[in-house]
C-alpha cells in the first residue's frame, strides 16, 4: 500500500511519549530519532526508536489463532499458538462478524472495549481513543473507570479537595517553589528516570533544570522513600528510609508531635477545613465512634511499622512547623494497597502544616511521577480527540478489576458508595495497550482470558498479549502516518508528519475501525465525514481557538505544519494551588460536600467501608512489612524502567538485563542471607507464581525490599516460570479499598533464591 507521499530520504517533524524528535529518514528507511532542539534534556529512549520500528518483532499481516479460525476454540492446548495470516478483508469481515454476532447475542454489555494502554502520543491515532470511539458509536460496551496511574487518587480527591486535577499534574508550579519553598519533602522521591515521560509527548524535558534552579536558590530536600536512588545525589538531600506502603503511619505520627506541641496552624484548620476534630481524635487515640480503635499514633507507634526512628519522626515534625514546606506525594503511594491513606493524610498533614495555598507550600503529587508536572503553562487543554458518550456506561468497571470481571460475571462489588455488578464478557477488543505487561497476578489473568469467546487484538508487535488474541491485526506507529501530539501539561503542539510507509500491511487504528463501522453500518456516526487529515485539522484548529480565547495567537495551519510544532508562551504569573481558596474560603470555596477541605468525609463515611473509614486512618496493607510474618518475607515493590515506558521496546533493551533478566534489586543484608551476589540469576516467588531476575546488590534499598522494573515481555518456562523478570507474575490483584478500588501493584510479598544454586 503504498502512499506516494514519503520521498525516500528526509526529516520529519515526529513526537512519542519520551520528547519531539526529526524522523531521520535513508532509503525509505527511518534510521535515527534526533531530539527537537527546544529540549533541554532528550530522552536517551529516542535512541532505540528505530530498533522498535523496523523490528523484525513487528506484526506484518493480519493473523487468526488457527485454533479460534478452525473450530472458534478459544483453549489453548494443540494448535493453540498457530496463527494463520489472512487477507485485511477476511479478517476485518471475521472481526465485524463477532461484533455484530456478540453485540446481537450479548448487547452491549457483552463487549469489553475499555482498552487500557498508552499506545501513541499522536492524539487522533490513539488507538485507546479509537476503539471506544467506534464501540461506544456502535452502541456501547464494557469500559474501564479510571487508570493504574492513580485510579485510587481519582475517586478520593473530589471527596476531600472537590477535584483529581492536581494528580494530573496541575500543582504549584516549579518557579513558585524555587522562589518559596523551604524545604521540599518527597515522599517517594524525585527519581528522574521517571520524568522523561508525558501522556501525549513532551515537547522539553525540565525537571533537572528546575530541581537545580531550586537547589541553588536553597530549597532543601527530603527523600522519604525505601530507596535512596530515588533522589539525584547531586540534590544533597536528606534520605529517610521507610518501608514501603506505610507513609500514613509516619505522617500520623508527625501529626501526634504538631498537636501535642501545639503546633499545628490552629486558625487554617479552622476555616479551611472540616473534620479536624474527628482526625485529631483519632490522632490522639480518644477512640471516636466511626474511627479505628483508641491507639495514640505517636512516634512510637509509628516506628515499627514503617522502620522509621521515633527521634527522626519528631524531628521531622519540628522541622516542618513554621517552614515553608512542599509535601510531595509519588503517585506509586496510592498504587498500593490502602494506597488513598497516604494522598489524604499527605493532605491533612500539610492543613496542619498551614501550608496549603501560600506560594511554594502546600501539598502536591508527583512532582517526578512524570514530565510536565508543576511546570508553567497557559490553562488551556491539550489537543483531544474525543471518544463521544459510552451508551452502556452503567457496567464500567474500575480499571484494574480486568481478571476479576471476566472470572466472577454477575458478581457484585462496591465501588465508590454503589453496588455493582460485573458484566459477562463475551468479547474482549484490545487496541493499544499490553495487559500481558500491565495487569496484576498475570497467572489469574491467564485463567481469566479463556473465559470470552473471542479476543481481538491491534499492536505494531507481537506482543504477550496479541500473542494471546484470536484475531491479531497489524498497526502502524507513529512513524508511518501524520498526527497532531500535544499534552495537557506541555507547551507545545506537534505536527506529527509521516516518516516512512507502513511496515508490512499495517494500516492506521482509525482507518480500521472506519472500515469497521462501514460494515457495520455505522460509518458516519464513528467519522463524522472526517478522515484522519481532517481531524488533524480540526483538533489544531480547536487549539487555536482556545489559545486565542487566552490572548495567545498561533501559527495558523500552514506555518505549524511548516514549522513542525506550535509553542504556548510561559504564563507570567505562578500557579499556586488553591490560592485563591485560602484568600477567601467563602467565595472560593472548593468544590467538596462543605465548600472545604475535608479531613472528615461525611460522604465517606456514609458509605460505611471499614477498609476506608470517614477520615484518614492507618489501615494495614495486606501484604507490607508490617504485616505478620509469613513464609514471604520481602517486601517487592515494582518501579518504572528507567529506558522504556513500559512494555514498549523491551526487545530493543539488551544493556538493562542482568545476566538475560529483568534487574532485581536487594539490600546486602538480604542478598547475603540467601548467598546472592550481583550477577546471579534469581528466582522471585509466592503463592501467585514465579519470575527471574538479574540480581544486583544496592545498599541504598531497605532491608526486607526487593525493586524490580516493570515492563519486560512475557517469557515462559514449560514448568510456568517466567524467563525475563516480570513483577506482575507476584504481584497482587486487589482493589485499594472499596472506595476507589485502585491498582495495588505495589502491595506485594515474596520470597528470593538464587536460580539453580
Ligand atoms: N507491577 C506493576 N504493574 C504496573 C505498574 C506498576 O507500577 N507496577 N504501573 C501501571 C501503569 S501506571 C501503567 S500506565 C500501565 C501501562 O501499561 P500499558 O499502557 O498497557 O503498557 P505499554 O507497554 O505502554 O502498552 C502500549 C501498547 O501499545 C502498543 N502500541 C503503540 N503504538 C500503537 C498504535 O499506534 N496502535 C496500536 N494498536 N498499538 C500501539 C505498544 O506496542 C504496546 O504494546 O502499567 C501498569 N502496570
Ligand atoms: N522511564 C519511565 N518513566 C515513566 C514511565 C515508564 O514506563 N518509564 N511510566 C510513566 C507512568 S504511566 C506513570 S503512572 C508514572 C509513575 O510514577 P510513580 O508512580 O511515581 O513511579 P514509580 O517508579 O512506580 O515509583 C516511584 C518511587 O516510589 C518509591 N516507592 C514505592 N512504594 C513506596 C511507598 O510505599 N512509599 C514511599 N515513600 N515510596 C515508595 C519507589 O522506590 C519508586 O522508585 O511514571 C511515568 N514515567
Ligand atoms: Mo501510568
Redesign the pocket.
Known amino acids: 500500500m503504498t502512499t506516494g507521499r514519503i520521498s525516500a530520504s528526509g526529516r520529519y517533524s515526529q513526537l512519542s511519549h519520551w520528547g519531539a524528535f526529526t524522523a531521520v529518514v535513508e532509503q525509505g528507511r527511518f534510521v535515527r530519532a534526533e531530539s527537537a532542539p527546544f529540549n533541554p534534556w532528550p530522552s536517551p529512549m529516542l535512541r532505540s526508536m528505530p530498533a522498535m520500528v523496523n523490528s523484525p518483532l513487528r506484526i506484518n499481516r493480519p493473523a487468526v489463532r488457527k485454533g479460534w479460525l478452525d473450530k472458534r476454540n478459544r483453549t489453548r492446548s494443540g494448535d493453540a499458538n498457530v496463527f494463520v495470516e489472512v487477507a485485511w478483508d477476511t479478517a476485518l469481515e471475521l472481526v465485524a462478524t463477532e461484533l455484530a454476532r456478540v453485540r446481537a447475542e450479548r448487547g452491549a454489555a457483552g463487549m469489553f472495549g475499555g482498552s487500557?494502554?498508552?499506545?501513541?502520543a499522536?492524539r487522533v491515532?490513539?488507538?485507546r481513543t479509537q476503539v471506544r470511539r467506534c464501540l461506544f458509536a456502535g452502541g456501547g460496551c464494557v469500559d474501564q473507570i479510571g487508570?493504574?496511574?492513580w485510579g485510587a487518587a481519582q475517586t478520593l480527591l473530589p471527596h476531600v479537595i472537590g477535584t483529581y486535577e492536581p494528580v494530573t499534574g496541575k500543582v504549584t508550579t516549579w518557579p513558585s517553589i524555587i522562589a518559596h519553598c523551604q524545604v521540599f519533602v518527597a515522599f517517594g522521591g524525585l527519581p528522574l528516570r521517571n520524568a522523561q515521560i508525558t501522556s501525549g509527548g513532551g515537547g522539553e524535558h525540565t525537571l533537572p533544570a528546575y530541581l537545580r534552579a531550586a537547589k541553588a536558590a536553597g530549597v532543601k530536600f527530603i527523600n522519604i522513600s525505601p530507596n535512596r536512588a530515588d533522589m539525584p545525589e547531586w540534590l544533597d538531600g536528606r534520605w529517610i528510609p521507610i518501608r514501603p506502603n506505610t507513609d500514613t503511619a509516619l505522617m500520623l505520627a508527625m501529626a501526634h508531635e504538631l498537636i501535642t506541641h501545639d503546633l499545628h496552624d490552629v486558625g487554617f484548620l479552622a476555616q479551611h477545613c472540616t473534620g479536624f476534630e474527628q482526625l485529631k481524635a483519632y490522632i490522639l487515640g480518644a477512640g471516636v465512634e466511626g474511627s479505628a480503635g483508641d491507639v495514640a499514633r505517636t512516634p512510637e507507634w509509628a516506628a515499627p511499622i514503617c522502620g522509621v526512628e521515633a527521634a527522626t519522626i519528631r524531628e521531622l515534625a519540628h522541622q516542618l512547623h513554621g517552614t515553608r514546606s512542599m509535601l510531595s506525594f509519588a503517585?506509586?503511594l496510592q498504587?498500593a494497597h490502602r494506597g488513598e491513606q497516604p494522598f489524604w493524610m499527605g493532605i491533612a498533614l500539610a492543613a496542619m502544616l498551614g501550608t496549603i495555598g501560600l506560594p511554594g507550600g502546600g501539598f502536591s503529587f508527583g512532582h517526578a511521577s512524570s514530565n510536565a508536572i508543576g511546570v508553567p503553562r497557559p490553562p488551556i487543554p491539550g489537543p483531544e480527540m474525543s471518544a463521544g458518550r459510552n451508551p452502556a456506561s452503567a457496567h464500567d468497571i474500575p480499571v484494574a478489576h480486568l481478571s476479576e470481571m471476566l472470572l466472577r460475571p454477575g458478581a457484585e462489588y462496591q465501588f465508590n458508595g454503589a453496588t455493582r455488578q460485573y458484566p459477562d464478557i463475551g468479547l474482549v477488543y484490545w487496541?493499544?495497550?499490553?495487559?500481558y505487561?500491565?495487569?496484576?497476578d498475570v497467572n489469574q489473568l491467564m485463567r481469566a482470558w479463556e473465559k470470552p469467546e473471542t479476543v481481538i487484538v491491534?499492536?505494531?508487535?507481537w506482543?504477550a498479549?496479541?500473542r494471546r488474541a484470536d484475531i491479531v491485526l497489524p498497526?502502524?506507529?507513529?512513524l508511518e502516518r501524520s498526527d497532531i501530539g500535544g499534552g495537557s501539561r506541555d507547551r507545545f503542539i506537534i505536527a506529527m508528519q509521516q516518516a516512512i510507509e507502513p511496515v508490512g500491511q499495517a494500516r492506521?487504528?482509525y482507518a480500521i475501525f472506519g472500515d469497521l463501522a462501514a460494515r457495520l453500518g455505522y460509518a458516519e456516526a464513528f467519522c463524522e465525514k472526517r478522515n484522519a487529515a481532517a481531524w488533524i485539522q480540526l483538533l489544531y484548529a480547536r487549539q487555536r481557538e482556545a489559545a486565542a480565547a487566552a490572548g495567545i495567537t498561533l501559527p495558523d495551519h500552514e506555518a505549524w505544519q511548516a514549522q513542525g510544532f506550535a509553542e504556548l508562551p510561559k504564563p507570567e504569573r505562578d500557579f499556586v494551588l488553591f490560592e485563591a481558596f485560602r484568600a477567601n474560603p467563602e467565595s472560593a470555596p472548593l468544590s467538596t460536600a462543605s465548600g472545604r477541605i475535608e479531613l472528615f468525609s461525611e460522604r465517606i463515611a456514609a458509605m460505611q467501608y471499614d477498609d476506608c473509614p470517614g477520615h484518614p486512618a492507618w489501615l494495614m496493607p495486606d501484604e507490607c512489612l508490617a504485616s505478620p510474618p509469613s513464609a514471604w518475607p520481602l517486601h517487592l515493590i515494582?518501579?518504572?524502567p528507567a529506558e522504556k515506558?513500559?512494555?514498549?521496546g523491551d526487545f530493543a533493551q539488551p544493556a538493562s538485563r542482568v545476566a538475560g533478566h529483568t534487574p532485581l534489586y536487594l539490600n546486602p543484608v538480604d542478598a547475603a542471607a540467601r548467598g546472592i551476589r550481583s550477577g546471579d540469576t534469581v528466582r522471585i516467588f509466592n503463592q501467585r507464581g514465579a519470575t527471574l531476575g538479574g540480581a544486583l546488590i544496592e545498599p541504598g534499598l531497605v532491608a526486607g525490599v526487593a525493586a524490580m522494573p516493570?515492563?519486560s515481555w512475557l517469557r515462559f518456562a514449560p514448568d510456568g516460570t517466567e524467563l525475563s523478570g516480570n513483577?506482575?507474575m507476584v504481584?497482587l490483584v486487589r482493589g485499594t479499598s472499596r472506595l476507589t478500588q485502585g491498582?495495588a501493584?505495589?502491595t506485594a510479598r515474596v520470597e528470593v533464591c538464587r536460580e539453580g544454586g
Do not use: E, K, V
Request: charged letters at 5%.
Open positions: 487500557y494502554g498508552w499506545s501513541s499522536g491515532h490513539h488507538a487508570n493504574y496511574s503517585w506509586a498504587r487496541a493499544g495497550g499490553n495487559p505487561h500491565h495487569h496484576q491491534h499492536d505494531s508487535h506482543t498479549t496479541a498497526a502502524t506507529t507513529t492506521n487504528d515494582s518501579t518504572q515506558l513500559h512494555s514498549q516493570t515492563g513483577p506482575n504481584s491498582c501493584a505495589l
